[in-house]
């Protein structure tokens, strides 16, 4: 299996900061990546694919890069609503595979 | 507007059958474009991938549930099935479907909570 190892764990920032989130694949996956924000009790939601595609309908403010296997997820300027937990997943291989979650807490 | 609902008991005793349903509507289950995906999340463990059907009926699954697990498609229900069986408190979770599009998920149902016990 692919594993892919999400940092931090957990973080804390404040409206207006700008965000970074790593995930790291175990082996490379190219840019077969995408990233979902999930909030309590919802489903997961798409925001990234492609490591770098914005999802349609997903505020500018969120961009993803890399390749291989190290990938980013920015917030460039924190909004109130983003504060959730943020998963990155592998699409090359089966089994499909998430990061452990990276969870953001306002500060 | 694509909708996932999963439907099914809430409660399963150990050592039985865990079946639930996911019902499509704004989309269609034998569409090739997708592919039809169960997943699910306990605290323990995070995101896990069970496995994904095609529009045809070709099958996915994680190999840490293969022995135990179907999943099937009805295209005349637009709807999609998963059976585990034998299962243990470990397979507590909330169970999410979803549709598969381009190696990612874009659209979920709201998940159901199965508890084991």
């Known amino acids: 299996d692919i594993q892919m190892t999400q940092s931090p764990s957990s973080m804390s920032a404040s409206v207006g900061d700008r965000v970074t989130i790593t995930c790291r694949a175990s082996?490379?996956?190219?840019?077969?990546l995408a990233w979902y924000q999930q909030k309590p009790g919802k489903a997961p939601k798409l925001l990234i694919y492609g490591a770098s595609t914005l999802e349609s309908g997903v505020p500018s403010r969120f961009s993803g890069s890399g390749s291989g296997t190290d990938f980013t997820l920015t917030i460039s300027s924190l909004q109130p609503e983003d504060f959730a937990t943020y998963y990155c997943?592998?699409?090359?291989?089966?089994?499909?595979?998430f990061g452990q979650g990276t969870r953001l807490e306002i500060k | 507007q694509v909708h996932l609902q999963e439907s099914g008991p809430g409660l399963v005793k150990p050592s039985e059958t865990l079946s639930l349903t996911c019902t499509v509507s704004?989309?269609?289950?034998?569409?090739?474009?997708?592919?039809w995906a169960w997943i699910r999340q306990s605290p323990g463990t995070g995101l896990e991938w069970i496995g994904e059907?095609?529009?045809?009926?070709?099958?996915d699954y994680n190999p840490s549930l293969k022995s135990r697990l179907i999943i099937s498609l009805d295209t005349s229900k637009n709807e999609f099935s998963l059976r585990l069986t034998s299962v243990t408190a470990a397979d507590t979770a909330v169970f999410f479907c979803a549709r598969h599009y381009g190696n990612n998920y874009d659209y979920w149902g709201q998940g159901i909570l199965v508890t084991v016990s």
């Open positions: 082996q490379g996956i190219n840019r077969w």
């Open positions: 059907i095609y529009y045809d009926g070709t099958t």
């Open positions: 704004g989309d269609s289950t034998s569409s090739r474009s997708y592919r």
């Open positions: 997943q592998q699409g090359i291989g089966i089994p499909r595979t």
